[in-house]
C-alpha cells in the first residue's frame, strides 16, 4: 500500500493524535513536523477542523494542511510565554445551551452570560428549555428570549416533548452542547439517541477532573447526520477580552438602541436621555436582561 492524499474531518484529540474521519474510514494522525514550527498562538488543529491528511502504509496518518476555519470557540490558556487561545470547538454551526425549568432552578444571568459569548463568537445559540413538566408554563421563565431572535425549544424526557424538534435542530450540524450540572442534558442525548448520552458524560467527566488527566475532546456523530460536542467551561470563555463600551453589541435588543442616547459615552446607568434606560422603563428590554447587562459591562459574574 502508497501513502495517499485525502481529506478529513477531525472528530477526537488527545494528547497530539487526533482521529480524523474520512471517506477511507477513520485515520488516526498526528500533525506534519512543518506546522508546528514558530511559537503558535492557540491550537492548530481541533476538534471540528477539516484537514488535510496524508495516509501512511501503515494505515496512521499525518496532517498536512488546516483548512481556514469559519469561526472557533476559543477559551483563553494564560501561559508563561503568553496568551495561548484553546479551541474547544471549530467550526460549530450552533451554541446549544441546555437549562432546566426546575431541579435545578434557571440561573438566567449564566444563560445571558453564554449568549454573549455566542454573540461574541459568532456562533448562533440555541436555547432548551429542559424539564417542561416539573413547571405550569415554561415560558413564563424562557419566553423573554424568543422575542430577541433566539430560538427555545421546550422539551421534557418524561413525556417526549420537544425531543423530535431538538434532533431535528441538531440533524447535520456541528453543535456545541453547553449547561450547568443537572439540567437533563444526557438523558436529552440518550431520547435522540440511545447511548449517546453516557458517551458524551464519559468524555465530559474525563475532561473535568482537573489539569494532571489525559484531556480528550470529541465529536459523536448523530444517527443521519450530524455531530454534538460537549464543550464544558463556558463560564470562564472568552470575556477576558472584551471592553465595558463593547457589551451592548452583544445584546440583540440594545444594539440599535444605543446610538440614540444623547451621549456616545453612556453608560446606560445615570445619564438624560438615555435610550437604553427608556427601552426599559416602557418595556421594550426586560429588566432582567439590563440587570444581567450591567453586571457583564462592570465585569461582575
Known sequence: ?????????????????????????????QLRGKLKQGRAAGDIAAIGDRVGITVLADGSGVIEEVEKRKQAIVRLDPRPQGEYQQVLLANADQAV????????????????????????QHVPAVIVANKIDLVKDARKIFGLYEPLGYRVIYT?????????????????????LAGP??????????????????AVNEISAAMGKGKHTTVTRQMF????????????????????DTEPEEMEAYF?????LVQHC?????????????????????GRVHPER????????????
Request: with cysteine.
Open 181 to 198: 450540572s443537572g439540567v437533563g442534558k444526557s438523558s436529552l442525548l440518550n431520547a435522540i439517541q440511545p447511548g449517546l448520552g453516557l
Open 156 to 176: 421534557s424526557t418524561q413525556t417526549g416533548a420537544g425531543i423530535e424538534e431538538l434532533h431535528g435542530v441538531l440533524k447535520n450540524k456541528i453543535s456545541a
Open 97 to 120: 445551551f441546555v437549562f432546566a425549568c426546575a431541579h435545578p432552578k434557571p440561573k438566567l444571568r449564566m444563560l445571558d452570560r453564554f449568549l454573549v459569548i455566542a454573540e461574541k
Open 1 to 29: 500500500m502508497t501513502d495517499s492524499f485525502t481529506r478529513g474531518l477531525i472528530i477526537k484529540a488527545q494528547s497530539g493524535f487526533f482521529t480524523v474521519e474520512t471517506g477511507l474510514g477513520l485515520i488516526v494522525c
Open 252 to 256: 440583540p435588543e440594545l444594539r440599535d
Open 221 to 240: 456523530p448523530l444517527a443521519g447526520g450530524g455531530y454534538v460536542a460537549d464543550t464544558p467551561g463556558w463560564k470562564s470563555l472568552a470575556l477576558w
Open 262 to 282: 444623547q451621549f456616545s459615552d453612556c453608560t446606560h446607568t445615570h445619564e438624560p436621555k438615555c435610550a437604553v434606560i427608556a427601552a426599559v422603563k416602557d
Open 290 to 301: 439590563f440587570d444581567s447587562f450591567l453586571r457583564l459591562r462592570a465585569g461582575q459574574e
